[in-house]
């Protein structure tokens, strides 16, 4: 059974760093296409950035861009998402998913297996 466990969410005060994991099992992670989402509270879930399969393939949010960067372990099956001078609008719960395919999508429909979520909370 595909499975993706995040970890790394907590609160921070603004302009604070958090760093979250994504743990897959029984998929290779480098051969799709992986997203993170958030959902704050009331509001629709929105992409927030993906790494492809192929090197360079990435994707950011305006709204994150030059604050947030992802990364691969390829050796851990782990994906990461940098998050740094963190605001109070970054507060929600952080969802990762894996595509269908190896090329980078903000479109929920893309991604067919997600994980739990981790609540990020960004407040003084």
């Known amino acids: 059974q595909v499975t993706l466990v995040e970890s790394g969410g907590g609160s921070v005060q603004p302009g604070g760093s958090l760093r979250l994991s994504c743990a897959a099992s029984?998929?290779?992670?480098?051969?799709?296409?992986i997203g993170w989402f958030r959902q704050a509270p009331g509001k629709e879930r929105e992409g927030v950035s993906c790494?492809?399969?192929?090197?360079?393939?990435?994707y950011y949010a305006d709204s994150v861009e030059g604050r947030f960067t992802m990364s691969r372990d390829n050796a851990k099956n782990t994906v990461y998402l940098q998050m740094n001078s963190l605001k109070p609008e970054d507060t929600a719960v952080y969802y990762c998913?894996?595509?269908?395919?190896?090329?980078?999508?903000?479109?929920?429909?893309?991604?067919?297996?997600w994980g739990q979520g981790t609540q990020v909370t960004v407040s003084s």
């Open positions: 998913a894996k595509a269908r395919h190896g090329d980078c999508s903000k479109e929920e429909y893309d991604y067919n297996h």
């Open positions: 029984v998929f290779t992670l480098a051969d799709y296409a």
């Open positions: 790494i492809g399969s192929l090197y360079g393939n990435f």
